[in-house]
């Protein structure tokens, strides 16, 4: 267990529950659940509400359990479940790893150069000019199937490489054919700008045009990039489908589709969207999803709108060998104090901060501003800017510590995260998955602490 020596001085509140709106225009924050503790019951138990998941089991041993559960469902559009497997109890103990150098670790051996894939000239100078070296095994598998024309579900966790697996080929695609247009679709705001920039960094002087169509921004700018030749268009289902029913995206038109991040847009309500714009793009278009998981939700779709698809299933352990697991204990009144006497320790030297809703994500990050810690928050409430502001000060290491909601979970590849840390704890399994997936990236190592309450 990590230990510090703080005192117990005084308690942070993140209890109030606001009021939350949703809407399909507003797909940069996950639709994550209102989430507050009650006072523990006789056997040591913490409600929770709504969702069906619950925590157990915080003591390395396991001879100390303490459950924190909950119940009730999630409604709304697309319904259902959040992170692909909600458990009764997640043993926080089970996944305490304190010297994962010593797992053992399958090494994939490389198929494939970036030359045997036989590109353009300029597509092979500019994959090596972004420092792509030597296919990773998703590149490795998924490339030669797509630019064959396959149909293709790829299986594979975020830092694995998947938006050049997926840019490359269809790249090379519109370099030799020139009238593709490319749909790519994405649970967030900040992924669809992120593949944007991966995109223009791979296609250099090419006149490969993209627009980027995303809710949480003005609608006219991506009017306006809709009204030129594109060859690719990055959005989220929301915004995308606004642009359809008014007639700036033409369904017809599109010859690719790509979903990334597959098993988060259906989370996110985003199906019927999805499932709109699928149906009105021709049938004839080749079609790639790209997904962490493979749900019951994701299996229909693929049964629906993909032909004779080939799955590649790259996916690593849930819990990665690169980053050190570990709990951190705390008293009730102390753990603010226990969070800045850890981030004053040197090994801290860039952290992601997780907490549950976007007022607690807000408040944190001010008061360890006034405790003297550099940081800055990204949630929903803050607008594209703020959060384009507050991503490029973290990456440029103007501050220490990002905190977060989960909508940072996936789709944010910021380099040489040294630490994650669990302040609220995530409603499901693959959330906390997702989480520390955020250190440890690559051939980095990284450490993650999830902050549990004593008894």
């Given at each position: ?17 606001p009021?939350?709106?949703?809407s ?7 639709r ?17 509400s ?9 003591s ?15 409604g709304g559009n ?33 198929k494939?150069k ?10 092979t100078?500019?994959i090596a ?33 998947k ?5 490359i ?5 519109t ?9 790519i ?11 944007e ?6 296609t250099?002087k ?22 030129r030749?594109n ?5 989220t289902?929301g ?9 700036h ?14 098993d ?5 309500g985003?199906?019927?969207d ?14 790639l ?9 994701i299996?229909g779709?693929?049964h ?20 050190t697991q ?13 969070l800045?006497?850890?981030l ?5 030297e860039?952290?992601?901060i ?25 949630h ?8 384009q502001?507050?991503?490029k ?28 840390i669990?302040y ?12 520390i ?11 993650a ?7």
């Amino acid at each position: 267990m990590y230990k510090t020596n703080s005192r117990p001085t005084r308690s942070t509140s993140t209890n109030s529950r606001p009021k939350r709106a949703f809407s399909s225009d507003s797909s940069s924050e996950s639709r994550s659940p209102r989430r507050s503790f009650s006072r523990p019951t006789g056997n040591g138990s913490f409600s929770r509400s709504p969702r069906s998941a619950s925590f157990g089991g915080f003591s390395r041993g396991g001879s100390s359990r303490r459950q924190f559960s909950s119940s009730g469902s999630r409604g709304g559009n697309g319904g259902g479940r959040r992170g692909g497997r909600q458990l009764s109890t997640f043993d926080v103990s089970k996944y305490i790893n304190l010297n994962p150098v010593a797992a053992k670790t399958e090494v994939y051996e490389t198929k494939h150069k970036f030359s045997d894939f036989k590109l353009e000239k300029n597509l092979t100078e500019a994959i090596a000019a972004a420092g792509l070296e030597t296919p990773s095994p998703i590149q490795d598998q998924v490339i030669p199937l797509i630019l064959e024309g396959n149909d293709v579900i790829g299986l594979a966790q975020t830092g694995t490489g998947k938006t050049a697996a997926f840019l490359i080929p269809t790249i090379q695609k519109t370099l030799k054919q020139r009238g593709y247009l490319t749909l790519i679709l994405t649970p967030t705001r900040e992924l669809a700008i992120q593949i944007e920039q991966e995109l223009k960094k791979l296609t250099p002087k090419m006149g490969i045009y993209s627009t980027v169509c995303v809710g949480g921004m003005n609608i006219m700018p991506q009017i306006r990039g809709l009204r030129r030749r594109n060859h690719f268009i990055i959005g989220t289902p929301g915004r995308v489908q606004d642009l359809i029913d008014r007639g700036h995206i033409k369904p017809g038109a599109i010859t690719h589709v790509i979903l990334d991040e597959a098993d988060r847009m259906l989370d996110m309500g985003f199906i019927h969207d999805i499932k709109q714009i699928l149906k009105d793009i021709p049938d004839e278009r080749e079609t790639l999803f790209f997904s962490a998981t493979m749900s019951k939700s994701i299996e229909g779709l693929v049964h629906d709108f993909l032909r004779n698809p080939i799955t590649i299933s790259v996916r690593k352990a849930d819990i990665t060998n690169s980053i050190t697991q570990d709990v951190v204990r705390y008293e009730h009144h102390s753990k603010f104090e226990t969070l800045v006497s850890l981030l004053k320790e040197p090994a801290f030297e860039r952290v992601i901060i997780f907490g549950a809703m976007k007022h607690s994500v807000e408040k944190l990050s001010q008061e360890l501003i006034h405790a003297g810690v550099t940081a800055d928050a990204i949630h929903g409430n803050k607008s594209h800017g703020q959060r384009q502001r507050a991503l490029k000060r973290f990456k440029d290491g103007q501050i220490k510590v990002l905190v977060a909601t989960d909508v940072a979970a996936r789709g944010i590849h910021i380099d040489d995260v040294s630490h994650v840390i669990n302040y609220d704890l995530p409603s499901t399994y693959e959330d906390y998955v997702h989480r520390i997936g955020r250190t440890g990236r690559g051939s980095k190592r990284g450490q993650a602490l999830t902050f549990v309450p004593n008894k």
